[in-house]
């Protein structure tokens, strides 16, 4: 809980990309941190939801102080629920392309439609609006893309645009959550994680135990500072931790050191 609220780990200068990745356990725990984090901070989110439905991030949110019906009712938060949006796309006639048209189309190959979503969610506000802070897109999880026939080179261009709009031009942060299945053959979701692992300043990879489960241990993080732009024995910086997930909180501590060992 601490440790990821450092503000190393987490804010830092704006113009981020901040990959979640969870393998043999569920990361939704990060995505729930930095999404309390992000409008505790009086931040604009443009949250696409691609897994649960609202009133669950809404139960978690609560947990963790914040409520996200208040958030998108003052528009500091701008929801896309997934779910509920499939639904919409198959049998709603739509006057414009939805966010997730490409799920009507033969050729799942275009997310421009989600793209401007995102860039029309956080663009600057007008005089007399709210003025938030800087903008943060977190993506629940990218994964879910390919599941639905998107390819990983349609869905490293959606969030290359996304950079661009968000980090370069809006001087905002990026935080999506992509599955690792530890499938060699699933190329391309290796394609995916690898390309975004490339262009991360800082990425969340959480882990379950090779001992298997465990009451007071329910996995590992790993922490990695990068700077893209510099020699890989300059940029990259490292840390492991062990964590227990609690009702309101994640407690982290070094391996070996759980105060159930202890």
């Known amino acids: 809980d601490q440790l990821l609220n450092r503000p190393r780990s987490l804010s ?11 393998a043999n356990t569920d990361g939704s725990f990060l995505v729930h941190h930095f999404l309390s984090f992000y409008l ?5 989110v443009c949250f696409v939801a691609l897994i649960q439905s609202f009133s669950h991030y809404n139960i978690v949110g609560q947990k963790l102080g914040v409520s ?11 929801f896309l629920e997934g779910l509920k949006s499939s639904v919409d796309v198959f049998f709603r006639a ?3 392309p939805h966010p997730l048209q490409f799920l009507r189309e033969a050729n799942a190959e275009n997310l421009q439609p989600l793209y401007e979503f995102v860039r029309e969610a956080l663009k600057p506000v007008d005089d007399g ?20 026939g998107m390819g990983a080179v349609a869905v490293l261009d ?30 391309e979701n290796n394609i995916l994680l ?18 298997g ?22 940029r990259d910086q490292s840390l492991t931790y062990q964590y227990k997930i609690q009702d309101k909180s994640v407690s982290f501590f070094a391996k070996g050191m759980s105060p159930a060992v202890l």
């Open 68 to 78: 996200l019906t208040v958030a998108r009712e003052c528009g500091q938060l701008v």
């Open 40 to 44: 505790k901070a009086n931040c604009k």
């Open 12 to 22: 830092g200068p704006s113009g981020k990309l901040t990959l979640l990745c969870d």
């Open 94 to 96: 739509q006057a414009e």
């Open 158 to 187: 959606f969030i290359h645009y996304c950079r661009a709009t968000v980090c370069w031009e809006r001087k905002g942060n990026i935080v999506a959550l992509v599955h690792d299945s530890g499938d060699t053959e699933d190329e």
């Open 129 to 148: 609006e709210a003025a938030w802070r800087c903008p943060v897109l977190l993506v629940d999880d990218l994964s879910v893309l390919l599941s639905l």
């Open 213 to 234: 489960f465990c009451r007071d241990v329910h996995g590992q993080l790993r922490i990695l500072w990068r700077t893209p732009s510099q020699p890989t024995t300059q």
């Open 194 to 211: 690898n390309g975004l692992s490339h262009q991360s300043h800082l990425i969340l990879r959480a882990e379950g135990l090779a001992t």
